[in-house]
């Protein structure tokens, strides 16, 4: 919760808040074309602007020969522009190979599957599987490995790197490497549907050590209910609609429809960033999902108080 607070502080979700080479490399770019482009508009001004002033001094009685002013046109309308974009063009070719993945170097993988309207996130080989959060550790180059499973979605960390096209029956990755600790915050950059503008997800970059011992515990089956309220609230969800759309590794709950919900505790947001992780909002989310992010496959769920708040202890020990 309080890292969550903190990704409201700075330029979270920026262009101009490079947190990787590769988000350095289009930043740098990003301001070469303002600059470049300033400059070509206050001399497009300031010729206008002569141009305007000589006429009226002169009158039109005076004719000027044509060919000083051709030239004019010639080196201003035709050389300088292709000399501008040439140069564009280079710092392009020179800006993609450093935003794209580069082959056999990266030393972690991570899945990503685009769905209405959430992140699923997996790590091959490992058995850890989260939604609308990605764990990364600081300094290594992790290929993101992204597919839809329904429309076109979009994957943009900004401080990371560039978008990448979610694409059913596709897949393209696109490598973070962050160089700080924190947490990035994604969205979904290609419009889908109803919610798209609530298809968030996190990236949290963290030291190696912390980052391992995050994916260790992600990997491992949900702990189980450890006392009798734990017990009531796990039998509340089992013998609810939840199982059919939700997985819990280790309990009967096999769904895939909606997030994995084996260590939801442990997550920052619900709802693919759109509200935090607390008890109340968790409450509030499971009673009415459709008054939050309307469209969303989640029904509503109708539960006694005792029922609800067994199920809240439940899930909240799934850390
Ligand atoms: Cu997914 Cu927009």
Not at 59 to 81: D, K, N, Y
Not at 249 to 272: M, V
Request: proline residues 7%; positive net charge; hydrophobic residues 45%.
């Amino acid at each position: 919760m309080a890292i969550l607070c903190l990704t409201g502080c700075g330029g979270a979700q920026s262009t101009l808040s490079p947190h990787s080479g590769a988000a350095r490399t289009i930043s740098s770019l990003w301001w070469i074309m303002l600059v470049g482009s300033a400059i070509v508009f206050a001399v497009v001004v300031a010729l206008l602007a002569i141009g305007l002033l000589q006429r009226r001094s002169r009158g039109s009685a005076q004719r000027r020969p044509l060919s000083p002013g051709t030239r004019f046109v010639v080196a201003f309308g035709a050389v300088l522009p292709a000399i501008v974009i040439v140069c564009l063009f280079v710092l392009t070719l020179d800006a993609l190979p450093k935003t794209s993945p580069a082959r056999g170097k990266a030393r972690l993988e991570v899945d990503v599957v685009g769905r209405d309207w959430f992140w699923d996130v997996t790590y091959p080989k490992t058995g850890a599987r989260t939604a609308n959060e990605i764990h990364i550790p600081v300094g290594v180059p992790v290929d993101v490995r992204v597919t839809s499973s329904d429309v076109i979605h979009s994957l943009w960390v900004p401080e990371l790197n560039r978008k990448i096209d979610v694409i059913p029956g596709r897949t393209n990755d696109v490598v973070f490497d962050a160089r700080q600790a924190g947490v990035y915050r994604g969205q979904c950059a290609e419009f889908c549907g109803l919610e798209h503008a609530h298809m968030a997800l996190y990236v949290v970059a963290e030291p190696q050590a912390a980052f391992r011992r995050w994916l260790s515990n992600e990997s491992a089956p949900a702990p189980p209910a450890a006392n009798a309220r734990l017990e009531r609230g796990q039998q509340v969800l089992l013998g609810s609609d939840c199982e059919y759309c939700h997985r819990i590794a280790g309990t009967n709950a096999s769904g895939t429809i909606g997030p994995d919900l084996t260590h939801i505790a442990s997550r920052l947001s619900l709802a693919a960033g759109t509200i935090p992780n607390s008890r109340g909002y968790l409450a509030g989310w499971i009673l009415d999902p459709q008054h939050i992010k309307p469209g969303n496959k989640m029904p509503a769920t109708n539960l006694s108080g005792p029922d609800l708040q067994a199920l809240l202890d439940y899930l909240e020990s799934l850390r």
